[in-house]
């Protein structure tokens, strides 16, 4: 196994790393719409979303893969009725095949935020 950390995120909120490489499969920790360079994070879901989707790219990107490889996701959501402005956000920052995903709403998150996500990703040769 190695640690993926970069600058380009917030860091870990606690002790887990940003990402795991496992073989081929890249692991992302669940991140949140943070902005890297502010610390603060939109208002609106859909801008949370495409944040943390950000996020988990740069995270990616340093363990040298794509959005596009990723396979799986784990969509947190305080509040259901937000899922169509997670999906609109999701859809303009993803491309099909999209990822398989579960979405899950829960009470709340670590930080006072709408929308956490975790993937796993292939790590390719191309």
Same mark, same amino acid.
């Given at each position: 196994?190695?640690?993926?950390?970069?600058? !380009?995120?917030? *860091?870990?909120?606690?002790?887990?790393?940003?990402?795991? =490489?496992?073989?081929?499969? =890249?692991?992302? #920790?669940?991140?949140?719409?943070?902005?890297?360079?502010?610390?603060?994070?939109?208002? #609106?879901?859909? *801008?949370?979303?495409?944040?943390?989707?950000?996020?988990?790219?740069?995270?990616?990107?340093?363990?040298?893969?794509?959005? !596009?490889?990723?396979?799986?996701?784990?969509?947190?959501?305080?509040?259901? !009725? !937000?899922?169509?402005?997670?999906? *609109?956000?999701?859809?303009?920052?993803? #491309?099909?095949?999209?990822?398989?995903?579960?979405?899950?709403? =829960?009470?709340?998150?670590?930080?006072?935020?709408?929308? *956490?996500?975790? =993937?796993?990703?292939?790590?390719?040769?191309?």
């Amino acid at each position: 196994m190695q640690a993926i950390t970069t600058d !380009d995120v917030p *860091e870990a909120l606690g002790p887990y790393s940003q990402g795991i =490489v496992s073989g081929d499969t =890249v692991h992302v #920790s669940g991140k949140t719409g943070v902005d890297p360079d502010t610390g603060e994070a939109p208002e #609106s879901v859909a *801008e949370q979303t495409t944040q943390t989707l950000a996020n988990v790219a740069a995270i990616l990107e340093a363990a040298g893969t794509t959005a !596009d490889a990723i396979v799986t996701a784990t969509v947190y959501l305080t509040d259901m !009725d !937000d899922y169509d402005a997670v999906n *609109e956000a999701y859809r303009s920052f993803l #491309s099909e095949p999209y990822p398989a995903r579960t979405c899950v709403e =829960v009470s709340r998150l670590p930080a006072p935020l709408d929308v *956490e996500i975790a =993937v796993a990703a292939e790590l390719r040769d191309d």
